[in-house]
């Protein structure tokens, strides 16, 4: 339904395409969104223009996590009520943020109508960015399906616990089995040193290589941090209450991996519909 109606979509007259990045993991708990967060703040701190979805539609935390005022999110969109823009909510070094709502089942469960509708908003997205990352929620839904197909890079996380490698296992799985998406890139968070990092790696991409047809590649080692759960409390980002410590300049150093990823110079792949819908129009 989603390709169907980004195909329907497409602008013919696009003259630049966005970075959009998919930040997932299956198992919650993973420290996903802290990644999400900070990576965003780090590329902004970089020059780049960013959004951040908070696509934790029906448990949404991205703005509770910087300590940010909301009036207004995603379902009052699809209500009609208000456009994308209107929600857009500034944090810090000037990040945009598209926020979702909390405790509301409706928007985890959106039907094939609101998907369109969501579309549509970002089909007449006004703000000028050059890069959007995409917080996924939790589990293998068909949101989490549909926003990770969407993009043109997947990243995900994972932690040393066997849940996590078991239910990232199953999360591409279904992307490469159902949805056609071959490559992944991998952060290992909450690691006690980069040599368990690439043993949690290890582990992940043993299992892929005899059961799918994937490639994955490691992207981050992101240490175990005290300084990440003060920085929590602050309800501030980590890279910028605490730039020095081994997590922040563990994500800053994934950040400008990121900023290297190439952008498509056409839609392609597995048809992103952001990438389709989004364009700069202030070339």
Not at 104 to 129: C, K, N, V, W, Y
Request: with cysteine; aromatic share 4%; net charge neutral.
């Amino acid at each position: 339904m989603i390709v169907d109606q980004a195909s329907s979509l497409r602008k013919m007259n696009q003259t630049k395409l966005i970075k959009v990045v998919a930040v997932t993991g299956g198992k919650g708990g993973v420290g996903k969104t802290n990644i999400t967060l900070n990576t965003a703040i780090s590329l902004a701190k970089q020059g780049r223009r960013v959004m951040v979805l908070d696509a934790d539609l029906g448990l949404a935390n991205v703005d509770v996590l910087l300590g940010l005022r909301v009036d207004k999110n995603l379902s009052h969109v699809l209500k009609g009520e208000c456009t994308l823009d209107e929600i857009l909510v500034t944090g810090p070094h000037g990040v945009k943020i598209a926020p979702a709502t909390s405790g509301t089942q409706s928007m985890a469960e959106l039907s094939p109508t609101e998907h369109a509708g969501l579309i549509r908003a970002f089909s007449e997205l006004r703000t000028d960015i050059d890069t959007l990352i995409v917080d996924t929620a939790a589990g293998i839904s068909d949101m989490v399906m549909s926003f990770s197909r969407a993009a043109q890079d997947v990243v995900v996380v994972v932690c040393d616990e066997p849940t996590s490698l078991t239910d990232a296992y199953a999360l591409i799985k279904i992307l490469n089995r159902e949805h056609g998406v071959f490559k992944f890139k991998v952060v290992a968070n909450m690691v006690r040193s980069s040599k368990e990092g690439k043993e949690l790696f290890s582990k992940l991409s043993k299992v892929t290589g005899r059961f799918l047809d994937v490639a994955l590649e490691l992207v981050g080692v992101i240490p175990f941090d005290e300084n990440v759960r003060k920085s929590v409390r602050k309800q501030a980002a980590i890279v910028d209450a605490y730039p020095s410590s081994p997590a922040a300049e563990a994500i800053t150093e994934f950040s400008k991996k990121l900023m290297s990823w190439p952008v498509p110079s056409a839609p392609g792949g597995h048809l992103e519909f952001f990438v389709e819908q989004l364009v700069s129009r202030n070339e």
